[in-house]
């Protein structure tokens, strides 16, 4: 995430609404994401475990965070987006996907 310019301002951020893995901004774009792995091909594709029951809680968790800090509603679009973490070879790979709304 560093190396594309954005900067954390959270990590596992949690509300009475649900917790995000990490809130990153990058311009005028706030970012909210929910982090998935796995260590292998046989437990299936992190990205199957983004359901749309995860994303309405990251929604909800997302509008809690912007409540708390409304100096964000103001000049930031904010996206959803996921990460996924492959162990599959020696190298972890990491992709990010953003979630459309």
């Not at 596992?12 to 649900?18: K, L, V």
């Not at 708390?68 to 930031?76: L, M, S, T």
């Amino acid at each position: 995430m560093l190396e594309r310019g954005y900067e954390i301002l959270a990590r596992r951020y949690r509300n009475r609404f649900g917790e995000i893995d990490l809130v990153a901004k990058r311009n005028d774009v706030l970012l909210f994401i929910e982090v998935k792995s796995r260590s292998g091909p046989e437990f299936g594709d992190p990205l199957q475990a983004v359901t749309p029951r995860k994303i309405a809680h990251l929604r909800k968790a997302a509008c809690g965070f912007l409540l708390e800090y409304p100096d964000y509603q103001k000049n930031y679009y904010w996206e959803l987006a996921a990460i996924a973490v492959r162990h599959y070879e020696e190298l972890p790979k990491l992709e990010l996907v953003k979630i459309l709304l």
